[in-house]
C-alpha cells in the first residue's frame, strides 16, 4: 500500500508538472486524496519557487578561474617559471607602492571603497594604475580593465545614491575601461578569448541593467547622457554577440563603437 | 506546476560537448550559460551561504573542466555528481553543521515585492528544512523539484532504482510538510 502511495504520489507530480490541476489529479484518486493532497501542495509550493539568481559577477569570476588554470597549464615549464619571477616582481613592486602611500597618506589603510571627494581615493587610482603597469599579459591586462570598469560602476551608482547627481566622469571612464579591456582581449586567443567573451557580456548587461535602474531616478537634464550610455552598452552587446556567432575571436574593430 | 526552464535538451548538451572537446571553444561559451545557472542552484540549496555556493560552483567548473576527458555518459549527472561530491567534501573539511538562514534577497529572481517577500520567506523555510532530511532525500527533492528534472533521470543519475527515487521523494515530502507545519504552527502561535 505504501509502495503504491509512492508511485501515485510522483505520477500526480509529473502530470502537474505537465499542466494538470492538482485538483484534476486528486480526482483521479479518490481512495487516496486526503493523504496525497498536502504532498502535492508542498510539490507545487516548492516548484513555484524562484530560482535562485547567480549573480554576473560570481560567473564572471568562476570564468577567470577557469581562464587563468587553463593559462597556466597551457604555458610551458619555461613560461611558467618565468611567470612566477613576473609574479614576484609584481608582488614585490605593489608592496612597496603600497607601503610608500601609506606612509603618504598619515598611515590610513588604502581604501578599496572610497569614491571621488575622499582624501584615499586618488591613492586608490594610484594603486591601480601601478597594478596594471606590473600586469605582463593581456589576460591579467583585460581582467584589471575590467575590474576597474566594475569599480567606477560601482563609484558612479554610490555617488548616485548618496546625492542623486550622477558623475559623468565615473560615467565614461567605466565606458573607457571595458573598451580598453576589449582591446587587451584583441591579443587572447584560443580558450582565453572565449572565456573573454562570455565574461565581457556579462560585464556589460550589468553594466547596462544598472544603468537603467539609474535611468528611472535621474534628473531629466542627465536621460540624454544615460540613454547614450546605455546605447553603448546594448551596441557593445549585439557587436560581442554577432563576433561569438561567427565563432570569431575579439579582435578589434572601429566597428564596434561608441562613446 | 510548471515544468522548469530546459534552455538545452540533452541532446543539444551533448553535440555542444562533443565539438568543445574537439576544439570548438565557443561551444564552451554556450555550455556554461546553460549550466552555470543549474549547478549554482543545486549548490545554493545545500549550503549555509551565498558565498559558499559561489565558491562552490567555481569549484565544480573547474573540476569538470580538469576532468572532462573521463566524463562518458549522461554530461548533467555527471555535473551533479562533482557537485554533489564538492558539497560532501566542504562540510566534511569545515565540518560545518548546514544552518541556512543566510539567504539574500539578491538572489531571489522575481520582479513583484510582495511575491518576493512571501517567496523569499517560503524558500528560507524550505531551505532550513532540507536540512532535516537525508543527503538522498535533499538530492532527490532538489533534482526533482528545483532542477526539474523526471524521475527516471534522477534515479540514472544516482545510480538508483525509479522505486528507490519514489520512496524517498515521498518520505522527503513527507518529513518536509512536518517540518513547515510546524514551524507555521509556532509563527500563528506568536
Given at each position: 500500500m505504501e509502495r503504491n502511495i509512492e508511485a501515485l504520489l510522483d505520477l500526480c507530480i509529473e502530470e502537474m508538472k505537465r499542466g494538470k490541476s492538482l485538483e484534476a489529479c486528486l480526482a483521479n484518486y479518490p481512495e487516496h486524496a486526503?493523504?496525497?493532497?498536502?504532498?502535492?501542495?508542498?510539490?507545487?509550493?516548492?516548484?513555484?519557487?524562484?530560482?535562485?539568481?547567480?549573480?554576473p559577477e560570481a560567473m564572471s569570476a568562476t570564468l577567470f578561474n577557469l581562464g587563468t588554470r587553463f593559462g597556466v597549464s597551457e604555458r610551458k615549464k619555461g613560461a611558467l617559471a618565468l611567470s612566477r619571477v613576473l609574479q614576484a616582481r609584481?608582488?614585490?613592486?605593489?608592496?612597496?607602492?603600497?607601503?610608500?602611500?601609506?606612509?603618504?597618506?598619515g598611515g590610513a589603510t588604502i581604501s578599496t571603497k572610497s569614491i571621488p571627494?575622499?582624501?584615499?581615493?586618488?591613492?586608490k587610482l594610484a594603486t591601480e594604475k601601478v597594478v596594471f603597469f606590473f600586469s605582463f599579459n593581456a589576460e591579467e591586462k583585460v581582467e584589471l580593465r575590467l575590474r576597474f570598469s566594475y569599480e567606477r560602476l560601482k563609484e558612479m551608482v554610490q555617488i548616485f545614491e548618496q546625492s542623486g547627481t550622477l558623475d559623468k566622469e565615473l560615467l565614461k571612464s567605466m565606458l573607457d575601461e571595458a573598451k580598453l579591456a576589449l582591446e587587451h582581449g584583441n591579443q587572447l586567443s584560443g580558450l582565453q578569448a572565449s572565456l573573454f567573451q562570455v565574461k565581457f557580456n556579462h560585464a556589460n548587461a550589468y553594466q547596462k541593467e544598472s544603468l537603467e535602474h539609474i535611468r528611472i531616478a535621474v534628473p531629466?537634464?542627465?536621460?540624454?547622457?544615460?540613454?547614450r550610455a546605455i546605447e553603448v552598452c546594448t551596441n557593445r552587446m549585439q557587436w560581442m554577440m554577432k563576433r561569438m556567432k561567427e565563432g570569431r575571436h575579439v579582435p578589434w574593430t572601429r566597428g564596434c563603437d561608441m562613446w | 506546476m510548471t515544468i522548469r526552464k530546459r534552455e538545452l535538451a540533452e541532446d543539444e548538451v551533448h553535440e555542444l560537448l562533443r565539438k568543445f572537446k574537439d576544439g570548438d571553444i565557443t561551444a564552451f561559451t554556450k555550455l556554461y550559460e546553460h549550466l552555470y545557472p543549474k549547478v549554482y542552484a543545486y549548490v545554493?540549496?545545500?549550503?549555509?551561504?551565498?558565498?559558499?555556493?559561489?565558491?562552490?560552483?567555481?569549484d565544480v567548473f573547474i573540476k569538470a573542466i580538469e576532468n572532462l576527458r573521463e566524463q562518458k555518459g549522461s554530461?548533467?549527472?555527471?555535473?551533479?555528481?562533482?557537485?554533489?561530491?564538492?558539497?560532501?567534501?566542504?562540510y566534511r573539511r569545515r565540518s560545518v553543521r548546514q544552518n541556512p538562514l543566510n539567504v539574500e534577497d539578491k538572489n531571489l529572481g522575481s520582479e513583484d515585492f510582495d511575491a518576493i517577500m512571501e517567496g523569499h520567506f517560503?524558500?528560507?523555510?524550505?531551505?532550513?528544512?532540507?536540512?532535516?532530511?537525508?543527503?538522498?532525500?535533499?538530492?532527490?527533492?532538489i533534482l526533482k523539484l528545483v532542477e526539474g528534472y523526471k524521475t527516471d533521470e534522477i534515479a540514472a543519475m544516482l545510480d538508483k532504482s525509479v522505486e528507490a527515487i519514489r520512496a524517498l521523494q515521498f518520505r522527503a515530502l513527507s518529513t518536509l510538510r512536518t517540518l513547515l507545519d510546524a514551524k507555521r504552527g509556532e509563527k500563528r502561535k506568536r
Open positions: 486526503d493523504q496525497l493532497a498536502p504532498l502535492l501542495r508542498l510539490a507545487q509550493e516548492i516548484d513555484n519557487l524562484p530560482l535562485p539568481v547567480a549573480l609584481r608582488s614585490w613592486a605593489f608592496g612597496a607602492v603600497s607601503f610608500l602611500l601609506i606612509l603618504l597618506f571627494g575622499d582624501i584615499l581615493y586618488p591613492a531629466p537634464s542627465e536621460l540624454k547622457t544615460v540613454d | 545554493y540549496y545545500r549550503v549555509n551561504s551565498v558565498q559558499d555556493a559561489e565558491d562552490l560552483t567555481s554530461f548533467d549527472a555527471w555535473i551533479f555528481r562533482i557537485a554533489c561530491n564538492r558539497v560532501i567534501d566542504h517560503f524558500q528560507q523555510e524550505f531551505k532550513q528544512a532540507l536540512t532535516q532530511l537525508t543527503h538522498d532525500q535533499q538530492e532527490v527533492i
